[in-house]
């Protein structure tokens, strides 16, 4: 985002999408070298939606899948909202990557801790942390402090989201990781798609801080009713792994 940012200043709206195209066709060139992963194959031909039978992967998808809720408003209004309040558009750019450093900065520590402990505890610590902290953004009218609060949402998911893919992918069996990737991939688009046409159309009845008020309680309900429904099913509790 901070790139496409300087790309605009120096050049034209068309200048980041161009660079884009142009990275994408060099990334899908050099995947062609990547050797395939020989992971284990499943002769089952049930649907995806099938593994929702069992309460403990529902609660946890659901836990996990609950950050798109806030992912799809942000993703919403976060741009007209820092124009609102006088921000640049570079400083708009340069806001999603400062979003994003914590998360990639944090990912990896995240994801070796949830695998020697089991990660459910810091899944459910970082995702509460950042829907609480996103409460914030109802708050603070400065451009800064906004920026600020994301950052600090950043470290929460960093750790919350990564443990949680984590747990997710222990519900099922290695046969069936394909089928649920493919069920959660699905769940967080449709959870991004309608929270970011509800988050829009708040903003625009009733501004920012109805936003930021209602789609983290919506977070917070997902993130309870995932844990309430993992505890109302036969437990396959994540297993920490040896390094």
Same mark, same amino acid.
């Given at each position: 985002?901070?790139?496409?940012?300087?790309?605009?200043?120096?050049?034209?709206?068309?200048?980041?999408?161009?660079?884009?195209?142009?990275?994408?066709?060099?990334?899908?060139?050099?995947?062609?070298?990547?050797?395939?992963?020989?992971?284990?194959?499943?002769?089952?031909?049930?649907?995806?939606?099938?593994?929702?039978?069992?309460?403990?992967?529902?609660?946890?998808?659901?836990?996990?899948?609950?950050?798109?809720?806030?992912?799809?408003?942000?993703?919403?209004?976060?741009?007209?909202?820092?124009?609102?309040?006088?921000? =640049?558009?570079? %400083?708009? $750019? !340069?806001?999603?990557?400062?979003?994003? @450093?914590?998360? *990639?900065?944090? +990912?990896? &520590?995240?994801?070796?801790? =949830?695998?020697? %402990?089991? $990660? !459910?505890?810091?899944?459910?610590?970082? @995702?509460?942390? *950042?829907?609480? +902290?996103? &409460?914030?953004?109802?708050?603070?009218?400065?451009?800064?402090? !906004?920026?600020?609060?994301?950052?600090?949402?950043?470290?929460?998911?960093?750790?919350?989201?990564?443990?949680?893919?984590?747990?997710?992918?222990?519900?099922?069996?290695?046969?069936?990781?394909?089928?649920?990737?493919?069920?959660?991939?699905?769940?967080?688009?449709?959870?991004?798609?309608?929270?970011?046409?509800?988050?829009?159309?708040?903003?625009?009845?009733?501004?920012?801080?109805?936003?930021?008020?209602?789609?983290?309680?919506?977070?917070?309900?997902?993130?309870?009713?995932?844990?309430?429904?993992?505890?109302?099913?036969?437990?396959?509790?994540?297993?920490?792994?040896?390094?």
């Amino acid at each position: 985002p901070a790139a496409a940012a300087v790309l605009v200043e120096v050049g034209t709206l068309d200048l980041p999408f161009f660079v884009i195209a142009a990275t994408t066709v060099a990334t899908l060139l050099a995947m062609g070298r990547l050797q395939p992963d020989e992971a284990l194959q499943s002769v089952s031909r049930e649907s995806s939606l099938q593994l929702l039978r069992s309460p403990v992967l529902a609660g946890t998808l659901l836990l996990v899948t609950s950050q798109f809720l806030m992912i799809g408003a942000w993703e919403a209004v976060w741009a007209i909202s820092l124009t609102d309040l006088g921000a =640049a558009t570079w %400083t708009i $750019g !340069l806001s999603f990557t400062l979003f994003a @450093l914590p998360m *990639a900065a944090f +990912a990896p &520590l995240g994801g070796s801790i =949830a695998q020697r %402990t089991g $990660g !459910l505890g810091l899944a459910v610590a970082g @995702l509460s942390f *950042a829907t609480a +902290a996103s &409460l914030l953004f109802a708050v603070f009218d400065s451009v800064a402090a !906004l920026i600020i609060v994301a950052m600090f949402i950043g470290v929460g998911a960093g750790f919350g989201y990564t443990a949680g893919l984590f747990v997710f992918s222990q519900t099922v069996d290695d046969d069936r990781q394909a089928a649920a990737q493919g069920l959660f991939g699905a769940t967080e688009v449709l959870f991004s798609g309608v929270s970011s046409v509800l988050a829009a159309w708040m903003y625009d009845i009733s501004g920012r801080e109805t936003v930021w008020i209602v789609m983290p309680i919506l977070a917070g309900i997902a993130i309870i009713g995932g844990l309430a429904l993992r505890s109302s099913g036969s437990h396959r509790e994540p297993q920490p792994v040896d390094a």
